[in-house]
Nanobody, 123 residues
Framework: QVRLVESGGGLVQAGGSLRLSCAASSGVFSWAAMAWFRRAPGKEREFVAAISRSGDDTVYANSVKGRFTISRDDAKNTLYLQMNNLKPDDTAVYYC????????????????WGQGTQVTVSS
């Protein structure tokens, strides 16, 4: 059974940093490409970043490129999202997601989701 658990969210001032983690159940990282999505209040879910199964390839939304970094530690079965220079527009619930084969920026391509972690950026 696939389980994804996010952590690391919180309240931070604009310009600050946070690192999100997503702990996956054993074995997931052997087959999964991973991604982060977010949903702001009153808005639709939005792609943030994705990483290939090998970790060699990454892709980012334009809105976070240069500020956020996605990475994975297969030995720890953990996905990370390092978020720097945070802005109030980054306020959202952040979700990690997993899928087989190639990563994707489409949320509908992912079959496994965590419960989310809240990130709030104050101005």
């Amino acid at each position: 059974q696939v389980r994804l658990v996010e952590s690391g969210g919180g309240l931070v001032q604009a310009g600050g940093s946070l690192r999100l983690s997503c702990a996956a159940s054993s074995g997931v990282f052997s087959w999964a490409a991973m991604a982060w999505f977010r949903r702001a209040p009153g808005k639709e879910r939005e792609f943030v970043a994705a990483i290939s199964r090998s970790g060699d390839d990454t892709v980012y939304a334009n809105s976070v490129k240069g500020r956020f970094t996605i990475s994975r530690d297969d030995a720890k079965n953990t996905l990370y999202l390092q978020m720097n220079n945070l802005k109030p527009d980054d306020t959202a619930v952040y979700y990690c997601a997993a899928r087989t084969f190639r990563y994707s920026s489409m949320g509908s391509d992912y079959g496994y989701w965590g419960q989310g972690t809240q990130v709030t950026v104050s101005s």
